[in-house]
């Protein structure tokens, strides 16, 4: 645990503090009995892509919506580029896109009108509309409505009326939930550049991959606390799991296998024999130097093992 | 940020948004205009239809008829001509025609039935009158006694005259309503108004987008019904109708204020139209919208006058075809007026962002 209320404080390499883009100090917010957010604390830095990772029912929707000033928080601060975002201040609002959990469209307006509307609303000339549908790969859409696009051309539309008004922060709410595989991949690639120029990009998403391919950091959240915050690799590193190196069939007996050097334990599989070690490097060395490298797979711990070891393993509805 | 330019956007898109949702423009638009062919096209002419006469044969009494007795008789009459005394007479028995006529000598014989003894009585009496009348003019002597008529009119108003205000206010009050509920209702669940909440345009601004398109909506209702009314079913208006302008005005702010209602109480898009034609439906019977409550029984028109719907009608009735003068409007829109804020607020107190 980083501290009592799982808080972060950023850092540079250098050791001093970064101008932040949002600063969140003890907030909180309940539903009656339940606890949505319960006394976090996190800073994320200007130009930062940060995810916040999350079962359903975590509390992510509600800090975004927080954060983004829509709700008023029961305690705690929020300050958005230098400003408090409680009451709306309507002068903030134009340096902050948000694309919504929902895709929260005009009914009946074609994905041309669309854009155009939120240009509009944002006083931004509509041929930037038409540069960002291009951007997302929508302009041979242009003219259907909304209620015919596919999920993933709904979710790349609502991005794109996301960031018309070129803003200095992004929140996005899921944006690839309910895509199929193709469309997230897709959607990855327009994610990883939306912050190449400075722009800085909050996401909540329950998919461990897609974390650790955007972001930079990402916040473990669960029961409305901020359990840790790190980078990707920090997070993984900080768990102290085990690597798991299988050896296709043939190539080592159980016995050879627990006897090799840094190898805590081994196990018959269908693939093989599974060594579980802290040492990969030492143990592969050792294969090497027999000549058993033959069909050789190395897993290590991924986000998805530290989710699971930080927000356990029991089913939830 | 250029609220006007926000403002322009949002009407558009909910223009846009209404005219092609096909059962929004048949549900406002074309719907009580069915109502309005039916009663002004199909009730409004109940007054005596022309009796169908076959003529056999010569028949100098009606050949020889001066231009005006002939104009008053074709008046009544729908005449056909016809050889065969006994076909005519058929046609007559199978109500193809109401009377046959023949000449024997000079004697006018008229053959027809009881079947509708309006029309056999109008049948006989016309021919009797005729007959006379050109006995008078045969004897060359000056008619002693005139009859003069003339016509009172009646308190009660012809069909399409009573019937146009009071459509024409359900059929504002339902569009406002359903517009405003659907609007509120859907816009909540995609979460399209909390995404307005985070774009820089003021909560004004989205208010009055969508009251101009709904006031739009009820004001192009309004000319198309008059627009109809006066050319298809000879509605006539009153000097003073154009006092039904603002009255309509405000009379849409009451019911999108009765939308907004159904809206905040409702958690569906569904629910909440329902909702909204709940309210409206019995209330535009109740008010008077498709018959007159003259005969209803007192308690009845007693509950009607605390319906708005109601005193939208009174107004416009007034206005457009009693032909009070431009102050008989004035009570009804200060009625309206204050149903639409009470509404309007509690509306603004039950609303909730979340439909869960």
């Not at chain 2, 009070?324 to 204050?338: I, Q, T």
Request: charged share 20%; proline share 4%; hydrophobic share 50%.
């Amino acid at each position: 645990m980083a501290d009592r209320r799982s808080g972060v404080r950023l850092v540079d390499r250098r050791g001093g503090r970064v101008s932040a883009a949002i600063e969140v100090v003890d907030l909180a917010l309940s539903y009656g009995e339940v606890r949505a957010v319960d006394g976090v604390s996190l800073e994320v830095a200007e130009g930062e892509f940060v995810g916040v990772l999350g079962p359903n029912g975590a509390g992510k929707t509600s800090l975004l919506e927080l954060v983004e000033g829509l709700r008023r928080p029961d305690a705690g601060t929020v300050r958005v580029l230098g400003q408090p975002v409680w009451p709306r201040d309507p002068r903030l609002l134009p340096r902050i896109g948000v694309q919504l959990q929902a895709s929260s469209f005009f009914e009946r307006l074609t994905t041309r009108e669309q854009i155009h509307t939120f240009a509009s609303l944002y006083g931004v000339a509509p041929a930037r509309g038409d540069e960002w549908l291009e951007r997302v790969g929508l302009v041979d859409k242009a003219d259907t409505r909304v209620e015919g696009l596919s999920g993933g051309q709904a979710q790349r539309l609502s991005i794109a009326c996301a960031l018309v008004h070129d803003p200095e922060l992004v929140f996005l709410d899921e944006p690839t939930a309910a895509l199929d595989p193709q469309a997230r991949r897709n959607l990855w690639d327009l994610l990883a550049g939306i912050n190449d120029s400075g722009r800085t990009v909050v996401l909540t998403t329950h998919y461990m991959d897609e974390a650790e391919v955007l972001c930079d950091r990402v916040a473990v959240m669960d029961a409305g606390r901020v359990l840790r915050m790190d980078t990707p690799a920090a997070l993984v590193r900080g768990l102290d799991a085990p690597a798991r190196i299988t050896v296709a069939p043939g190539q080592l007996r159980l016995d050879e296998a627990r006897a090799l050097p840094a190898v805590e334990d081994a196990v018959e599989s269908l693939d093989g024999v599974v060594l579980v070690t802290r040492d990969p490097a030492r143990v592969v060395a050792r294969l090497a130097e027999d000549d058993r490298l033959d069909g050789v797979r190395v897993q290590t711990a991924t986000l998805e093992d530290v989710f699971l070891d930080l927000t356990g393993r029991e089913y939830r509805a | 940020m250029s609220g006007l330019a926000a403002f322009r956007a949002l009407s558009l898109a909910i223009v846009r948004g209404f005219l092609r949702d096909r059962a929004s423009v048949f549900f406002s638009l074309v719907f009580p205009l069915m109502f309005l062919v039916l009663f002004g096209g199909l009730l409004g002419s109940q007054g005596q239809s022309e009796v169908d006469l076959v003529q056999v044969g010569e028949v100098a009494l009606l050949d020889e008829m001066d231009p005006d007795t002939r104009a008053a008789f074709d008046d009544t009459f729908a005449v056909e001509r016809s050889d065969d005394l006994a076909e005519a007479v058929a046609e007559v028995r199978r109500g193809d025609a109401d009377v046959a006529v023949e000449m024997r000598g000079d004697t006018l014989v008229a053959h027809y039935t009881e079947t509708d003894q309006v029309k056999a009585a109008v049948t006989q009496g016309a021919l009797r009158a005729f007959v006379d009348g050109t006995n008078v003019a045969q004897s060359g002597e000056p008619p002693r006694f005139v009859l003069e008529t003339e016509r009172v009119e009646d308190e009660s108003l012809e069909t399409i005259q009573f019937v146009t205000p009071g459509l024409l206010g359900w059929a504002v009050a339902m569009s406002a309503a359903f517009g405003a509920a659907a609007t509120l209702q859907g816009w909540r669940q995609t979460k399209l108004l909390r995404r307005l909440q985070l774009a820089p345009v003021s909560t004004r601004t989205v208010v009055a987008a969508r009251v101009a398109v709904t006031l739009g909506i009820a004001l192009v209702q309004m000319a198309i019904f008059l627009g109809l009314g006066t050319a298809a079913f000879g509605l006539t208006l009153a000097g003073s109708w154009w006092m039904a302008v603002p009255l309509v005005v405000v009379g849409t702010l009451c019911f999108m204020a009765i939308g907004l209602l159904a809206g905040a109480l409702a958690r569906t898009t569904e629910g909440a139209v329902n909702a909204a034609n709940i309210v409206v439906l019995p209330m535009a019977f109740l008010s008077g919208s498709f018959f007159d409550l003259d005969g209803a029984p007192a308690w009845l028109r007693a509950v009607s006058q605390v319906l708005p719907l109601k005193h939208l009608n009174e107004g416009m009735l007034d206005v457009m075809v009693r032909g009070e003068g431009p102050s008989a409007v004035l009570v009804p829109m200060a009625v309206l007026a204050a149903f639409a804020v009470v509404v309007t607020l509690a509306a603004a107190r039950i609303f909730r962002w979340e439909t869960t």
